[in-house]
């Protein structure tokens, strides 16, 4: 027994094991542990394949030989057992580091869940929204976005103004918010929009586009003028800051009404984020 581990060089020849290392997997159980004690395997450091390994499943009261554990949530931060062994976290805290984070949301966010200064700490302020991560969380906001909503407001000029960061449009006017703000009008009263001068905008709308194209049905309402152009638009990366770019199709209208317009999909990539601008 050249390792000490309780199995002979013999018989860990036999199974493959190396007789001159008592942890052949390096899963923090000796060979004759595994072997003779756990049935796990001794060649495998994650016997049941659910992302822990053998000795770190058992050290935390786990079945090594049951690929469930992995998947368990016990503190509810949105992390299973198994993320919680790749980061490091404490499966049973729900927010490792105390700092008012839940460790998913950190890790969602790219923050380190067990750090509590700098960016990665409830007042840290990734995205420079003025809206410190603990507030992104209670919001429900992204803290790498400074603009979530997209709206033309960054969030933390829609916390000063009480708007929805969540919503581009928060008085379902037709108008988003940072074009009612640009226009001087109440982006939180739906009798208050702009008249003229400033392009309404759709809701997003999310395709994946079958053929290389997708069939849009819109709605048109409060028109000014005698006539409008619609100008449908694409964006493939939607973070802040990414440009719309046209996808060469226009429609006039005359009256309010529900229309239908065929759009492509010009890059061909399988994504197609739209919005309607007015012109």
Same mark, same amino acid.
């Given at each position: ?38 049935? *796990?395997? #001794? =060649?495998?450091? %994650? $016997?049941?394949? /659910? @992302?822990?390994? &053998?000795?770190? !499943?058992? +050290? ?102 009480? *708007?929805? #960061? =969540?919503?581009? %449009? $928060?008085?379902? /006017? @037709?108008?988003? &918010?940072?074009? !009612?703000? +640009? ?97």
């Amino acid at each position: 027994d050249s390792d000490g581990d309780g199995l002979t060089d013999d018989v860990k020849l036999a199974v493959g094991t190396n007789p001159v290392r008592w942890d052949s997997d390096f899963d923090g159980l000796s060979d004759e542990a595994e072997l003779v004690t756990y049935l *796990t395997d #001794p =060649l495998n450091p %994650d $016997t049941d394949g /659910d @992302g822990m390994p &053998d000795g770190w !499943e058992l +050290a935390q009261g786990f079945n090594p030989l049951s690929p469930a554990d992995g998947a368990l949530d016990p503190d509810h931060d949105e992390l299973s057992n198994s993320d919680e062994y790749r980061q490091g976290t404490d499966r049973n805290d729900a927010d490792s580091d105390d700092d008012g984070l839940l460790d998913g949301w950190e890790v969602r966010y790219a923050l380190n869940p067990l750090g509590t200064s700098g960016v990665d700490g409830a007042s840290g302020d990734p995205d420079g929204d003025t809206v410190p991560n603990l507030q992104e969380q209670q919001l429900g906001t992204n803290p790498r976005v400074a603009d979530t909503d997209l709206d033309g407001l960054d969030d933390g000029q829609e916390v000063t103004l009480t *708007t929805d #960061p =969540l919503d581009w %449009d $928060t008085d379902d /006017d @037709g108008y988003s &918010d940072g074009t !009612e703000v +640009a226009a001087g009008t109440d982006p939180k009263s739906v009798l208050d929009h702009p008249l003229s001068g400033f392009s309404a905008q759709t809701r997003f709308i999310d395709i994946q586009p079958a053929s290389g194209g997708a069939t849009v049905v819109y709605t048109a309402t409060d028109l000014v003028g005698s006539l409008v152009t619609l100008d449908f638009q694409e964006n493939d990366d939607l973070t802040n800051g990414a440009a719309w770019t046209p996808v060469g199709v226009q429609r006039t209208i005359t009256a309010a009404g529900t229309y239908t317009n065929v759009v492509p999909d010009p890059d061909a990539d399988g994504i197609l984020n739209l919005r309607i601008e007015s012109k």
